[in-house]
């Protein structure tokens, strides 16, 4: 956008249907309303404001957007959508007993709200599952060292929020379509060794990179 700009005015870019992309600078104060049309999906929104700029209408809040680091807390505030903050600390849990998820977080003060990018580790089960799954600004996931030879069916299919995920190296299968519609995976996946990765497993993401050995079998 021009430096000069302020003002993005209503369906300004609503024909702009294969747009994926888009740049905020700090001088733009108001955006109107379906600016980018109505279905902008998957839309990957960076932003230079530090504070963020007046939305007409919720239009990004099926986007990925990167803003300044520190400002992560006014943009969630303000702005409905995943929102990507630099300085997101990651929240590392060691779940030794599985069904004690929510109490460790308790036991760290860590709100569930809180938690954008989480480091799990040990065992859990269908409640400490449910605890993952209510973590609205959740972006980031890190299962590498979690126990876990399978994830639960429909853990993800359609979680738009997800951004990068690290699996389990003990998983010995991932179902199909458990990853499907997850627009804004992107980055690499190691897909761990003797794994079994089902039909479609990774359909409608946007991964960049796949690593396999030899001994995975693809669906």
Same mark, same amino acid.
């Given at each position: 956008m021009p430096p000069s700009l302020k003002t993005i005015g209503s369906r300004a870019f609503g024909n702009c249907k294969s747009l994926?992309?888009?740049?905020?600078? @700090?001088?733009?104060?108001?955006? %109107? =309303?379906? +600016?980018? %049309?109505?279905?902008?999906?998957? *839309?990957?929104?960076? =932003?230079?404001?530090s504070i963020p700029p007046t939305l007409e209408n919720d239009i990004f809040e099926k986007s990925a957007i990167y803003v300044p680091s520190g400002t992560g807390h006014i943009y969630r505030q303000q702005w409905k959508g995943t929102i990507i903050d630099p300085a997101d600390e990651v929240v590392t849990v060691n779940v030794k007993k599985s069904g004690t998820l929510y109490s460790r977080?308790? +036991?760290?003060?860590?709100?569930?709200?809180?938690? !954008?990018?989480?480091?799990?580790? %040990?065992? *859990?089960d269908d409640d400490d599952w449910s605890i993952v799954e209510?973590?609205?600004?959740?972006?980031?996931?890190? *299962?590498?060292? *979690?126990? +876990?030879?399978?994830?639960?069916?429909?853990?993800?299919? %359609?979680?738009?929020s997800?951004?990068?995920?690290a699996l389990p190296k003990t998983l010995t299968s991932i179902r199909e379509n458990l990853f499907v519609d997850c627009h804004h995976l992107i980055g690499s996946i190691?897909?761990?060794?003797? !794994?079994?990765? @089902?039909? =479609?497993?990774f359909a409608g993401t946007n991964i960049e990179n796949v690593s396999i050995s030899e001994s995975?079998?693809? @669906?």
């Open positions: 994926k992309e888009l740049y905020i600078q @700090g001088n733009i104060e108001n955006i %109107g =309303s379906y +600016a980018f %049309g109505y279905k902008i999906y998957p *839309l990957f929104v960076h =932003s230079d404001a977080l308790l +036991a760290q003060d860590i709100q569930i709200k809180d938690v !954008c990018r989480l480091n799990l580790k %040990g065992t *859990l209510s973590m609205s600004n959740l972006y980031e996931w890190n *299962l590498s060292d *979690l126990e +876990a030879d399978k994830l639960p069916e429909n853990l993800l299919e %359609g979680n738009i997800l951004l990068n995920i190691d897909i761990p060794v003797n !794994c079994h990765v @089902g039909d =479609s497993a995975a079998e693809i @669906g």
